[in-house]
């Protein structure tokens, strides 16, 4: 049985391919839904920006589905709405994502999952990507959702959730820290 | 009904997040424990490109500027398949890297060696019903870097490819087979298994190479697949 290929780092050099012209813009004006504004930070152990990371963004659409054929809940694919954006940190280890903000999607057996989007992270000194989700603090069905519910300490789950801007509705921000006593919560796919 | 999940990570196919001998990986790893995430329609789900995410010449390395690059000419072929040995079709692969002098086209490699103005060292392209892929471009240069004395990266092309899900995704690094520099770095050994550091070693293969034009090396790619013998999972659903 063939085995999985080893992951490798991204390294440093990979802007000339990676990173899309308009790779953070994954919703436009015509797109259903609540427009979100992502304000993220990828930190180290140390809380030092990481400034050559790459995050890439999967996510359902308003009305929580997927775009793709296995997603066969009812509700509709939104054509103007992949739910898919990739971009790239600058020198101070910060992104900027612009969407919609996601509905709730199926979980396993009857359980249903809150508003929440996939994140992955790459970088030079990351061989393999990180994973982890982006939740809503305050969002409807966080405190049923079945993944949130695997993270035993309370604190931690803090980790995955943006935080609404207290000036400006929509803005959300997002810290992801890849060490230190403040780790974001990374999962095993 | 739930959707069928794909096979967990096989032990000792996959580089530690902590990896000391490659240095930037101390202040870059998770030390607390990954939690498994059970596979939902989020994790089952994922991109899918289509042809329009294509430029002309997107695949042919050594035909996207004005001259032709420095360097070997080469092709660069293969299948991408999963662990049950299925080919994945229609899936996403980019490529990046260094030009033949060993220097990426980007503005932190200042390295003293010169750029190719005929060469930026991208490409993409999208597998076809048989999960094949080829691209042409010239052989990389090695390069040396700051992770220990006297330290060079192996001659290596980054690939990245997507795979029907989330959790396919992958990114390695294409070395070729022999590469004296192979033992010495730090990226290619923290693959675990001998096994698996050989698979991701391009081999020379005479029939994709062309007469006159260059030579050929073949590099299979395999993602994560589904679990063989799928089972009824609605024990959920009560």
Redesign the interface.
Known sequence: ??????????????????PWKDGGVMAGPETKGEPITILGRVL???E?P?N?ALI?L?Q?NAGGK???P??T?SGEIDPSF???GRVAADAEGSFTVKTIKPGP???????W?AP?I?I?V??????????T?LYFEGGPGNEHD??LA??EDEE?RETLMAKPDPKESGRWHFTLR??GPR??????? | MDPIPYRRETPGTQPPALWPDYRSTVLRSPRKPLIALPHTLSEVTGPIFSHDRLQPNDADLTSQHKDRPIGDRMIVAGRVIDENGRPVAGTLVEIWQANSAGRYFHARDSRDAPLDPNFTGGGRTITDDAGQYRFITIKPGYYPWQNHENAWRPAHIHFSVFGPSFVTRLICQMYFEGDPMLPFDPIYMSVPSEAGRKQLCAAFDYDLTVPGFGLGYRFDIVLRGRDATPFEADDHAH
């Open positions: 049985m063939p085995i999985e290929s080893g992951w490798a780092t991204v390294g440093p050099f990979f802007h000339a391919v990676l180290d152990a140390e030092n990481i050559d890439e999967w359902a997927y775009n793709h296995e997603d809940q992949q739910g898919f999607v199926r979980g396993l057996g009857n359980s999952q929440h996939q992955s790459f970088a030079r000194g990351v061989l393999k990507r990180l994973v989700r079945p993944v695997l993270i931690r890849l060490g780790e974001t919560v990374f999962f095993d796919v």
